[in-house]
T-cell receptor, first 118, second 113 residues
Framework: GAVVSQHPSRVICKSGTSVKIECRSLDFQATTMFWYRQFPKKSLMLMATSNEGSKATYEQGVEKDKFLINHASLTLSTLTVTSAHPEDSSFYIC??????????????FGQGTRLTVV | LAKTTQPISMDSYEGQEVNITCSHN???????ITWYQQFPSQGPRFIIQGYKTKVTNEVASLFIPADRKSSTLSLPRVSLSDTAVYYCLVGPFYGGATNKLIFGTGTLLAVQP
């Protein structure tokens, strides 16, 4: 089945630095990818929709200048957390959907990235 | 997107059948119902999807009544490894590659030995 790979799986960074997270669709093309954030014991919160070749669409309350999204190819979207602070520490997850016309639409999720800002 | 309501948590024992019900009173005509499973520190994993009546695959069954205002995920003979959070999502089917998914609270299923 379709696979979405996310890298790195965990990262620790110092306050004020930037961190880049990659999301790749390994065996299908994804013109649209999604980025979520999940705090401990909470549900996934959609942050933004990443669109290949165009600007990302951010959900209300998500700072676009803080969470930079680039979707330069049909298989890669990146999320950069700029000037990270401890409150940005969270589990970040990406997803991409397959759509086979008349068949079911299925969302595939990356393994997630545990970001810890110290 | 239709809002969903699920129990926050459920407990079960190994070998039992577990049924998790999700309410989605505002489901639209073109909405499908999809269930995902999430283990700690992992991304969600697709379990099953349906539109109406009953759907069954190798891991679960999905029961949807005629009015589609609720759905029940049935896990036969659960094991300890089924301990996870289960999310019910409702959204449109066609053009799904660009349709965003909004997650509700999910149900934490704890399976005891």
């Amino acid at each position: 089945g379709a696979v979405v790979s996310q890298h790195p799986s965990r990262v620790i960074c110092k306050s004020g630095t930037s961190v880049k997270i990659e999301c790749r669709s390994l065996d299908f093309q994804a013109t649209t990818m999604f980025w979520y954030r999940q705090f401990p014991k909470k549900s996934l919160m959609l942050m933004a929709t990443s669109n290949e070749g165009s600007k990302a669409t951010y959900e209300q309350g998500v700072e676009k200048d803080k969470f930079l999204i680039n979707h330069a190819s049909l298989t890669l979207s990146t999320l950069t957390v700029t000037s990270a602070h401890p409150e940005d520490s969270s589990f970040y997850i990406c997803s991409a959907h397959t759509s086979w016309g008349a068949r079911e639409t299925e969302a595939f999720f990356g393994q997630g990235t545990r970001l810890t800002v110290v | 997107l239709a809002k969903t309501t699920q129990p926050i948590s459920m407990d079960s024992y190994e070998g039992q059948e577990v049924n998790i019900t999700c309410s989605h009173n505002n489901i639209a005509t073109n909405d499908y119902i999809t269930w995902y499973q999430q283990f700690p520190s992992q991304g969600p994993r697709f379990i099953i999807q349906g539109y109406k009546t009953k759907v069954t695959n190798e891991v679960a069954s999905l029961f949807i009544p005629a009015d589609r205002k609720s759905s029940t995920l049935s896990l036969p003979r659960v094991s300890l490894s089924d301990t996870a959070v289960y999310y019910c999502l409702v959204g449109p089917f066609y053009g799904g590659a660009t349709n965003k998914l909004i997650f509700g609270t999910g149900t934490l299923l704890a399976v005891q030995p």
